[in-house]
């Protein structure tokens, strides 16, 4: 199989504060993590492809510093919302391909994030 | 750049009935094509891919796609759609000449099978 988890499953903050979600390869190793936005109704956009021991890639318009990623290992990889406001309530997908000349991605759960 | 289209914003069918749901694609070098399913709340879970050789390819819970490259199309087919399929369908598409592994997206058709 091909497990991808995330935690938590959904997360209520108060404006200001900072999550972290995780996203964890269960049953394979990892070199590319990925991590999405989806709206309601809406397709998946990327925000940034995270490689194990090295710097995220962010895609055009997402704020480094407004989220925060770490792929420590070769099985995790962390999502900061740093400083969360309303706006940045969404529905939050990782994704990761196999360490071995994997091509298709495998997704986790989502973690749904409400702001207040 | 790479990019998908999946034309229709929502498929009805009556259940027992053959599914389609189309996809076309357009990439700068050769595609990997893969066709995914969320359910409400959820997120994807993969249905099936094409990387090369046969052109009709077959995935989880009796899905296939043909692909088609002179019509760049990617189509996602079913003989007979359960009440069960009904869900939200992405079709996605990645350069294989290009080194990442960056998947772009289509918007994404919802499915209602009509018992």
């Known amino acids: 199989g091909a497990v991808v988890s995330q935690h938590p499953s959904w997360v209520i903050c108060k404006s200001g504060t900072s999550v972290k979600i995780e996203c964890r390869s269960l049953d394979f190793q990892a070199t590319t993590m990925f991590w999405y936005r989806q709206f309601p109704k809406q397709s998946l956009m990327l925000m940034a492809t995270?490689?194990?021991?090295?710097?995220?890639?962010?895609e055009q318009g997402v704020e480094k510093d407004k989220f925060l990623i770490n792929h420590a290992s070769l099985t995790l990889s962390t999502l900061t919302v740093t400083s969360a406001h309303p706006e940045d309530s969404s529905f939050y997908i990782c994704?990761?391909?196999?360490?071995?000349?994997?091509?298709?991605?495998?997704f986790g759960p989502g973690t749904r994030l409400l702001v207040l | 750049a790479q990019s998908v289209a999946q034309p229709e914003d929502q498929v009805n069918v009556a259940e027992g009935n053959p599914l389609t749901v189309k996809c076309t694609y357009s990439v700068s070098g050769n595609p990997y094509l893969f066709w995914y399913v969320q359910y409400p709340n959820r997120g994807l879970q993969f249905l099936l891919k094409y990387i090369t050789g046969d052109n009709l390819v077959k995935g989880s819970y009796g899905f296939e796609a043909e692909f088609n490259k002179s019509q760049t199309s990617f189509h996602l087919k079913k003989p007979s759609a359960l009440v069960s399929d009904s869900a939200l369908y992405f079709c996605a598409v990645r350069d294989r000449d290009e080194g990442n592994n960056r998947l772009a997206f289509g918007k994404g058709n919802q499915v209602v099978v009509i018992p």
């Open positions: 994704s990761a391909t196999r360490a071995a000349g994997g091509e298709t991605q495998y």
């Open positions: 995270s490689n194990e021991g090295s710097k995220a890639t962010y």
